[in-house]
């Protein structure tokens, strides 16, 4: 197996990848803690998969404490390492794509799972939402977009917990549209659009 392949199944692994979603936003979580935010996964898968990151040094020790005898570490993810990079996502096959989206997918829908099973959910209260929207763009006028989006969360990325805020999850994906290209002179339709209750980022439970 290639270092590209295995730098993209060691990210895209379904519960490592839920691991690295879980530790997003500076969070630093003992195996414990981590297994009660993955109840369907057994402890012992989390620890095995916990273990493999900190070897690939995706996640790192970021304290350890005293408990009954025993060490307990608590963990927390290294950015810088827990992404694929563009030559590792060419050479992935299109049957590797799909898992790794899948395996992203899940992720999101055990979070809004979770979310509504909770109880007293109220979308506009909590600022939940989902929303498709379609828009004409090129490729440049994209990348142009993206940056303007990062420049505008880059400082929300950096609040730091404290009272009164809630830790909340925006997921995008961005994908160009398939079927017959556009005429000309076709004029988008500003209602083009899926509904959903709001078009706000969706929070995390």
Known sequence: MSQQTSTADLLLHPVRLRILQ??????????????QHLPDVSAATVYRQ???LVEAGVLEVAGERRVRGAVERSYALLPARASVDPDELRAMSPAQHRRAFVAFV???????????????????????????????ATDEEVRRGVEDVSAVLEPWLERNPAPGRRRRVLTTVLLPATGPAA?????????ASTPGPDATPAADA
């Open 22 to 35: 879980t530790l997003l936003g500076g969070r630093e979580l003992t195996t414990a803690q981590l297994q």
């Open 50 to 52: 916990v273990a493999t």
């Open 106 to 136: 899940a992720g999101v829908l055990i979070d809004f799972d979770r979310y509504v099973e909770a109880g007293d959910v109220d979308f506009e209260r909590d600022v939940v939402g989902y929303r498709q929207a379609v828009f004409y």
């Open 183 to 191: 005429l000309p002179d076709a004029q988008p339709d500003p209602s």
